[in-house]
C-alpha cells in the first residue's frame, strides 16, 4: 500500500481490480489542467464504495487513487486503440469522454511525460495485479479477475442511445469460460436492469491482458452504466450537478446483484477446483 495504490489482501480465488476510481491529480499537473472537476469528471464514481462488501468474502482488491486524466492503467501502453474505429481515450488522455480538451493550450503531455507516467504510475498497479493474481494461484488452479467500472449512462460522442446498466465484457469470449460468462450474465438477466454481454464494451487492457483461461485466469469486465446505483443526470452534466453522492438505499438493489454475481465467480473458481483434483 503506498499514498495512491491499494491492495486489500483475501484468500478467496477472487480479484477485483479498480483502474478508474481515483480522483488523485498530482499537484505538478493542476495548474496545467482545464480545471479539477474536468480531470475528475469520468472518473467511475463510487465503485469502490458500492462493490466493498467484496472483502468479506475474501476477494482481493487493488485500486489505484490515480486519476485516469493523469494515466489511465486500463489502455495498452503502446498506444494501440482498444476500440479501432470507434471514440474512445487514450493512455493520457487529452480530452474528456464528451470531446473536451483537458489541458489548456501547449500543456499536454509528451512522449518523455508520458514514459514517466508509465513508470510511476503504471507499472506499479499492472506489478501489483500480476503479484495477487499469482499468489492466489498458488493455492487455486483457477482465479477469477473482475475488473471493476462504471460510466455515464448516455455519451452521444462514445455510443447511441441510453447505455444498458449491466455490460459484460469478455473479450467477445476469449478472457473467460464461456459457463462463468454465462453465470454473470444470467445473474443480471434476472435483475430489474437491462444487460448485454460484448456490446459496445468488450473489455479493455487488463481484461484482455490477464484474462488466460488456458492459465487459470478468468477475467470479466464489468461496465455500470451510473444510474443502476447513483441517482445520474441523464444527458450533459456539469461542476452542479456531477457526481451526484453515493447513496447506500438507491445502490442497494444492484449491489444484491453483484453481491450474486460475485458468489457465482467465486462458485465457478471452487467447481474448476474440485475438476483439477479429481
Not at 187 to 202: D, I, T, W, Y
Not at 263 to 276: P, T, V
Amino acid at each position: 500500500m503506498t499514498d495512491w495504490l491499494t491492495i486489500r489482501r483475501g484468500d478467496a480465488p477472487l480479484v477485483l481490480s479498480f483502474p478508474h476510481t481515483g480522483t488523485d491529480i498530482p499537484a505538478e499537473f493542476e495548474n496545467r489542467l482545464v480545471s479539477p472537476w474536468l480531470a475528475r469528471k469520468d472518473a467511475d464514481w463510487w465503485i469502490e464504495k458500492l462493490y466493498d462488501f467484496a472483502a468479506d468474502l475474501g476477494a482481493t482488491l487493488v485500486r489505484t487513487g490515480i486519476s485516469r486524466t493523469i494515466i489511465d492503467v486500463n489502455r495498452d501502453p503502446s498506444g494501440a486503440s482498444l476500440y479501432p474505429g470507434q471514440a474512445t481515450t487514450g493512455l493520457c488522455p487529452l480530452t474528456s469522454f464528451d470531446g473536451e480538451p483537458l489541458y489548456r493550450d501547449g500543456q499536454e503531455p509528451d512522449e518523455a511525460e508520458i514514459a514517466s507516467r508509465r513508470t510511476t504510475y503504471f507499472q506499479p498497479y499492472h506489478d501489483a495485479l500480476a503479484a495477487e493474481i499469482a499468489r492466489l494461484r498458488e493455492n487455486h488452479p483457477v482465479v477469477v479477475l473482475y475488473d471493476c467500472h462504471s460510466i455515464r449512462s448516455v455519451i452521444p460522442r462514445l455510443f447511441e442511445d441510453t447505455l444498458p446498466v449491466f455490460n459484460i465484457g469478455t473479450n467477445s469470449g476469449a478472457s473467460c469460460a464461456p459457463e462463468l460468462a454465462e453465470a454473470v450474465r444470467g445473474q443480471c438477466a434476472q435483475s430489474e436492469f437491462p444487460a448485454v454481454l460484448n456490446g459496445r464494451f468488450k473489455g479493455g487492457y487488463i481484461t484482455r491482458k490477464y484474462g488466460q483461461p488456458a492459465d487459470g485466469v478468468h477475467a470479466v469486465q464489468m461496465e455500470l452504466g451510473c444510474r443502476g446505483y447513483m441517482q445520474e443526470p441523464l444527458g450533459p452534466v456539469s461542476e452542479d450537478n456531477w457526481p451526484t453522492p453515493y447513496d447506500p438505499g438507491y445502490a442497494a438493489p444492484i449491489r444484491k446483484v453483484l453481491t450474486a454475481i460475485m458468489e457465482d465467480c467465486l462458485g465457478f473458481a471452487s467447481a474448476e477446483k474440485k475438476k483439477a483434483a479429481r
